[in-house]
């Protein structure tokens, strides 16, 4: 008798309660799955290196080690082919519009209802890109940041906590020299010429308004 493979969603959410409550809702509405959890970007990064059976991820877009649209760009360049679900406490469409066009393949209002989240779970496991409202094309500068690698993500996120080349360098675990060289393919693709310009188009790019978080 054949063994059937493992189907996992990994919710990735610093809220224990709205953890739970996704978990009812994977529970009810995708029952052959089982639901993987963390609580941090650094956690979700791990666990899919562990477990590449997982099909889908719910990403929080504010987390203790990611703020922003920082850890959906950090996912989606490592695992293009993962649909990830954004979870937002925002209701606000500009938020859903940027999620969309960074490469998410849906978000949810946290303050979306039980038949919204099952719904929209459904269809982006049958390959949809869902949202509550329509979605418009991404801006240059948000497809131009889309485009970075997973290192120049890591180093743009660096350099918006105000971190020293040095400290990015001990963070990801490389050289300082090789910091630069990342930051300046990062500069070349961004049209910036400086790190204080760089902070300023991830600001204007990444970051949304704090009510929103």
Known sequence: MLLQAMKRILLADDHPLFRQ??????????????VEET??????????Q?????????LDLKMPDSS???????????HPLLPIIIVSAS??????DRAISFGASGFIPKSATYATIAEALQAVLDGDVWASSAT???TPLQATIASLTPSQIKILSG??????NKQ????????????????????RKLGVANRTQAVAVAAQALSFPAENQ
């Open 39 to 48: 609580d941090t970007l650094e956690g979700a990064q791990r666990i899919l």
């Open 168 to 187: 990015i360098a001990a963070a990801m675990g490389i050289s300082s020299a090789t910091v630069k060289v990342h930051m300046s393919a990062m500069f």
């Open 50 to 58: 562990q477990m590449p059976d997982i099909e889908l991820v719910l």
């Open 68 to 78: 922003g649209f920082a850890g959906l760009l950090t996912l989606r360049a490592a």
């Open 91 to 96: 209701n606000d469409s500009a938020v859903a």
């Open 21 to 34: 409550a996704l978990r009812t809702v994977v529970a009810g509405s995708q029952p052959d799955f089982t």
């Open 159 to 164: 350099l918006q906590r105000g971190l020293l």
């Open 136 to 138: 418009s094309a991404a």
